[in-house]
């Protein structure tokens, strides 16, 4: 029991030590959602579908490489 109240403290310490830091991410993390937000509005009708193509490649392309791993796994 000792040690789990130990490593709350020392967890709660990091955290508040480095609280500036954590802080300044999520601030970075919801400007660049915001700025993308948007950019996206600005897009015309053309840029949207080109946009919306390019990231259902990409999406595509990661199943698609997932996709024979789980069939070794299933083999074993």
Same mark, same amino acid.
């Given at each position: 029991?000792?040690?789990? #109240?130990?490593? #709350?403290?020392? =967890?709660?310490?990091?955290?508040? !030590?480095?609280?500036? =830091?954590? =802080? ?8 660049? =959602?915001?700025? #993308?937000?948007?950019?996206?509005? *600005?897009? /015309?009708?053309? +840029? !949207? ?10 999406? /595509? /392309?990661?199943?698609?490489?997932? +996709?024979?791993?789980? +069939? *070794?796994?299933?083999?074993?």
């Amino acid at each position: 029991m000792f040690l789990v #109240g130990n490593f #709350g403290e020392l =967890l709660a310490d990091y955290f508040y !030590k480095h609280l500036p =830091l954590y =802080l300044a991410l999520i601030l970075l993390f919801v400007v660049g =959602l915001g700025f #993308g937000a948007v950019t996206t509005e *600005k897009l /015309s009708p053309l +840029q !949207k579908e080109d946009l919306i193509n390019y990231i259902t490649n990409v999406y /595509s /392309s990661i199943i698609a490489e997932e +996709q024979p791993i789980l +069939q *070794k796994v299933e083999i074993f």
